[in-house]
């Protein structure tokens, strides 16, 4: 069992940046890939970003390619999202999440998810 919790989202102006942070208890994040996952009202679940956790390979949506970078700490057992240059359009409830099934991009391939951290950017 992996338990995370997001944390980092707020009110930003567009253009502006944050960085979330996915602190994982439980079991190391070190055996898992993990990923970013976002929902807007009235939209469906959408991946954003993941990192495979062998090699580390970084995966990226085509709408944050570019602006966000995922990273992560193993020895603080931390997920992070760096997110600048942010627009109205990214804003949503984000998600992180651990797992270890093929198709890093599908939200069924992970096992495990935190509660979500709102990110709210305004225009």
């Known amino acids: 069992q992996v338990q995370l919790v997001e944390s980092g989202g707020g009110l930003v102006q567009a253009g502006g940046s944050l960085r979330l942070s996915c602190a994982a208890s439980g079991r190391s994040i070190s055996t898992y890939n993990m990923g970013w996952f976002r929902q807007a009202p009235g939209k469906e679940r959408e991946f954003a970003a993941a990192?495979?956790?062998?090699?580390?390979?970084?995966y990226y949506a085509e709408s944050v390619k570019g602006r966000f970078t995922i990273s992560k700490d193993n020895a603080k057992n931390t997920l992070y999202l760096q997110m600048n240059s942010l627009k109205p359009e990214d804003t949503a409830i984000y998600y992180c999440?651990?797992?270890?099934?093929?198709?890093?991009?599908?939200?069924?391939?992970?096992?495990?998810w935190g509660q979500g951290t709102q990110v709210t950017v305004s225009s």
């Open positions: 999440a651990a797992g270890g099934g093929l198709g890093i991009g599908a939200p069924r391939s992970y096992d495990y």
């Open positions: 990192i495979k956790w062998r090699g580390g390979s970084t």
